[in-house]
């Protein structure tokens, strides 16, 4: 069965400090999907990365970086020199790939992150 | 990136009534289409699975009757929620993605509020 674990319920930071918000999934598949989404406060889902399981090379872009680790099945994503509007709910995900090719998407229970000016 | 819109982004009805959401692909042609559902402070719970052309694939636990999906066009879902009652009022979430597309990409969200 597939699950992504996001023990963080909630963070807060003061802004220019670093934070990382942590994604752990469990999947019997060989091929697979891993996303982050942001929801703000408007509460429309912002894409933010994916990662395909064949593809462990950390990823930077701009102040984000995600490292990805088979070994650990995590998916981890670091906010360098925050700013308040970094303020969000930040969901990590899982899809499976289906013949059909559509790919349903295993939510985590999200992450609150509140950064303080 | 691609972009889904949705309509009405807020609506308030009374009880007893049905309500139609619309969820479009602006940009792309959408062969599958979901419709999600989000209680405050909770995640995303998976509603069904339309393709185009096809009936819904509801999740367990969703009442179909109650939750009528349309999914007549390549840019054009609507989730129709029949007789609303107070405890369906929630935020409702869109995605669409082309066959071949691994991303979903997600609407804006509908906040149904049942009086």
């Known amino acids: 069965a597939q699950k992504v674990t996001q023990a963080q319920t909630e963070i807060s930071v003061v802004e220019k400090e670093d934070v990382t918000l942590d994604c752990v999934y469990e999947?019997?598949?060989?091929?697979?999907?891993l996303f982050w989404y942001k929801q703000p406060p408007s509460g429309e889902l912002v894409f933010l990365i994916r990662?395909?399981?064949?593809?462990?090379q950390n990823e930077i872009s701009g102040r984000y970086s995600w490292n990805f680790q088979k070994s650990t099945s995590s998916f981890n994503f670091t906010i360098t020199a925050s700013q308040v509007v970094d303020s969000a709910v930040y969901f990590c995900?899982?899809?499976?790939?289906?013949?059909?090719?559509?790919?349903?998407?295993?939510f985590g229970t999200g992450t609150r992150l509140t950064v303080i000016p | 990136g691609a972009v889904v819109s949705q309509h009405p982004s807020w609506v308030i009805c009374k009880s007893g009534t049905s309500v139609k959401i619309e969820c479009r692909s602006l940009?792309?042609?959408?062969?599958?289409m979901f419709w999600y559902r989000q209680f405050p402070k909770q995640s995303l719970m998976l509603m069904a699975t339309?393709?185009?052309?096809?009936?819904?694939?509801?999740e367990q636990g969703v009442e179909k009757d109650k939750f009528l999906i349309n999914h007549a066009s390549l840019t054009l879902s609507t989730l129709t929620v029949t007789s609303a009652h107070p405890e369906d009022s929630s935020f409702y979430i869109c995605?669409?993605?082309?066959?071949?597309?691994?991303?979903?990409?997600f609407g804006p969200g509908t906040r149904l509020l049942v009086l």
């Open positions: 940009d792309f042609q959408a062969t599958t």
């Open positions: 339309s393709n185009e052309g096809s009936k819904a694939t509801y």
């Open positions: 990662r395909n399981s064949f593809d462990e």
């Open positions: 999947t019997r598949d060989t091929t697979y999907y």
């Open positions: 995900a899982l899809s499976e790939v289906y013949q059909t090719g559509a790919n349903n998407l295993f």
């Open positions: 995605s669409g993605n082309f066959r071949g597309m691994e991303t979903q990409y």
